[in-house]
């Protein structure tokens, strides 16, 4: 079992940075793809990013693509994502996700989940 904890969420303004980060426990995820998605209110949970095991091949949505960086420091059990430039349209509950079967961006591929945290961008 995995426990997932997403953490450094809050209200930013537009233009700036946010670095999220999430914390496994219970079990080590070094040998697990790990995912972002996000999701707001009456929409579906919808792919932000993700990077393989090695954090070697980050996978990008394309419009997100330019102002998202994805990294991991396995020996923290540590996944992290910076978002820059952040729009309004970024306002949304992020959830970070372990081992993958299927596809990058199915949220159905994903196992574990944790419980999110809110990001809210002012404009």
């Known amino acids: 079992q995995v426990q997932l904890v997403e953490s450094g969420g809050g209200l930013v303004q537009a233009g700036e940075s946010l670095r999220l980060s999430c914390a496994a426990s219970g079990r080590t995820v070094s040998n697990s793809d790990m995912g972002w998605f996000r999701q707001t209110p009456g929409k579906e949970r919808e792919f932000v990013g993700a990077?393989?095991?090695?954090?070697?091949?980050?996978v990008y949505r394309d419009i997100l693509k330019g102002r998202l960086t994805i990294s991991r420091d396995n020996a923290r059990n540590t996944v992290y994502l910076q978002l820059d430039r952040l729009k309004p349209e970024d306002t949304a509950v992020y959830f970070c996700?372990?081992?993958?079967?299927?596809?990058?961006?199915?949220?159905?591929?994903?196992?574990?989940w944790g419980q999110g945290t809110q990001v809210t961008v002012s404009s």
């Open positions: 990077i393989d095991r090695d954090g070697a091949v980050p």
């Open positions: 996700a372990a081992q993958r079967s299927g596809s990058w961006n199915s949220v159905e591929a994903w196992r574990y």
